[in-house]
């Protein structure tokens, strides 16, 4: 089992910033990718961000590119989101995800989630 703890999540302004942050616990060494969804009210849960904790290798999605950032801290077994430029749009819950497969795996699939974090952005 793997077990994902979110924080950083509140209110900001349009045009402002926020940093997510997901520690991961238990048997990491054996997720492959984790990443960031959200999900707005009404509306189905979308992948944001992943990240493949063996290499670096990121994916963006194409609603954020250039204005969110994922990171990762081996180290510490943290994942971070950098929200830059942010809009109302961006309000939803957001939730941190880990997988032992792919990156592309959709909501559906994916076997780890964290809480969420609440992020509103007013305009």
């Known amino acids: 089992q793997v077990q994902l703890v979110e924080s950083g999540g509140g209110s900001v302004q349009a045009g402002g910033s926020l940093r997510l942050a997901c520690v991961a616990a238990?048997?990491?060494?054996?997720?492959?990718?984790m990443g960031w969804f959200r999900q707005a009210p009404g509306k189905e849960r979308e992948g944001v961000a992943a990240i493949y904790p063996s290499t670096g290798i990121t994916s963006d999605a194409d609603s954020v590119k250039g204005q969110f950032t994922i990171s990762q801290d081996k180290v510490k077994n943290t994942v971070s989101l950098q929200m830059n430029s942010m809009k109302p749009e961006d309000t939803a819950m957001y939730y941190c995800a880990a997988d032992r497969s792919y990156c592309s795996r959709g909501p559906g699939e994916i076997e780890y989630w964290g809480q969420g974090t609440q992020v509103t952005v007013s305009s």
């Open positions: 238990g048997y990491t060494y054996t997720v492959n990718c």
